[in-house]
């Protein structure tokens, strides 16, 4: 019988607030049979997500992790490299760790010192999330795959594509397992708002490279039987601008299962993505995969590559990041007529049901925990 004690994953992030891909892999590695520990420090928002990590046990790094300037972030990442030494280095029964991206797989630096099982999940590559010049891009990723080539073990990207945008460095070993979450026990099916207005969804990430900045310019250009709904968490000082107009309702942060239903009575969910951070015209986001599983229109700016697959399919409209115009002139013509979003509802769900198979990526996911823990 496998000890207990050993037989634990140990998950390190910088932040709680719940990341519905990482509560999916969180999922495979209990699914495995294998205990599941969530590692991360103090943030500076006030909310509460306790009832996120319910099934699942927390050790809390006793500062604050704050990326608001240069020297904050870098004074957190020092402060998050000594406190993943203090708490494990020399606890010899954590030997799984599940790291999120750069700053948790530079944290586990120190631990590498008794060979324990460093697994880094790259979401999001970091060297490409940002608004940079070519050179300091370029320095970025060599350095980002140098400290996964040394430091990890093994490396899980959503997409071949993540992997080859990261240059395709030589990681001792790379897994591919995409952004699909498993469908709520109930089935959902889009239905649109009952309203006689054009009900519009932003979700998740709610930052000024998400479509927001230029929701204060649509909204003067739309008429008024569109309204837009928020929610999710991000820059609250522009959440908090926003929401002070008329037409915009934020919700705040909801549970996967929550947004699903959310996605069933709204009209059409925005998939917007600034194309001028190189990461985003990669984007392989969660609530895509969702909208497509309920049938939920969406609008994704024609940038991202994964709307050329969508366009050709008919399950979105797609339309450039900045053309404002076109963006609510779209919008306006749908709050006149929401026939074409009914039918291209229908068309997601047939997407979804031929290029998705749950049941390939939950065995995928708990035989690749099962094979690579160490005892």
């Not at 704050?66 to 203090?86: D, E, G, K, P």
């Amino acid at each position: 019988m496998i000890n207990l004690v050993i037989n634990k994953f140990y998950i390190i992030t910088t932040t709680d607030i719940p990341d519905n891909v990482v509560l999916r892999h969180a999922s495979f590695i209990k699914s495995a049979g294998l205990d599941v520990v969530f590692v991360f420090p103090y943030r500076s928002n006030k909310k509460n997500f306790k009832k996120f990590y319910l099934n699942y046990k927390i050790i809390r790094l006793n500062f604050k992790f704050s990326a608001s300037t240069t020297l904050n972030y870098l004074r957190s990442n020092i402060l998050f490299l000594t406190y993943v030494t203090c708490n494990f280095l020399f606890k010899r029964e954590a030997k799984n760790f599940l790291v999120i991206g750069l700053p948790s797989t530079l944290a586990c630096f120190f631990l590498k010192v008794r060979n324990v099982n460093i697994c880094t999940l790259v979401n999001d590559n970091f060297s490409a999330s940002y608004n940079t010049s070519k050179v300091t891009y370029y320095i970025l990723r060599f350095f980002e795959s140098f400290i996964f080539k040394f430091i990890s073990d093994y490396c899980i990207f959503p997409d071949r594509c993540r992997y080859k945008l990261l240059g395709s460095p030589r990681i001792k070993k790379v897994y591919y397992i995409p952004n699909v979450l498993p469908p709520p026990l109930k089935s959902l099916y889009y239905k649109g708002s009952k309203a006689n207005k054009l009900i519009v969804l932003f979700c998740g990430w709610l930052v000024n490279t998400r479509g927001l900045e230029l929701l204060s310019t649509i909204l003067k250009k739309t008429n008024d039987k569109i309204e837009f709904i928020l929610v999710g968490s991000g820059d609250q000082n522009l959440i908090d601008s926003l929401t002070n107009k008329n037409r915009i309702k934020y919700i705040g942060h909801l549970s996967r299962d929550h947004i699903l239903n959310l996605m069933t009575k709204v009209d059409i969910n925005i998939a917007f993505y600034n194309p001028d951070i190189l990461i985003n015209r990669f984007a392989l986001p969660q609530k895509i995969y969702d909208s497509l599983m309920v049938g939920c229109p969406l609008l994704v700016n024609s940038e991202v590559k994964f709307s050329g697959k969508l366009l050709k399919s008919k399950s979105c409209f797609a339309i450039k990041y900045f053309d404002v115009f076109k963006i609510c002139s779209k919008l306006n013509e749908l709050a006149k007529d929401k026939k074409p979003l009914l039918k291209m509802s229908k068309t997601m769900q047939a997407y979804y049901k031929q290029h998705i198979n749950q049941k390939k990526i939950e065995l995928i996911g708990q035989n690749l925990y099962r094979q690579i823990v160490k005892y």
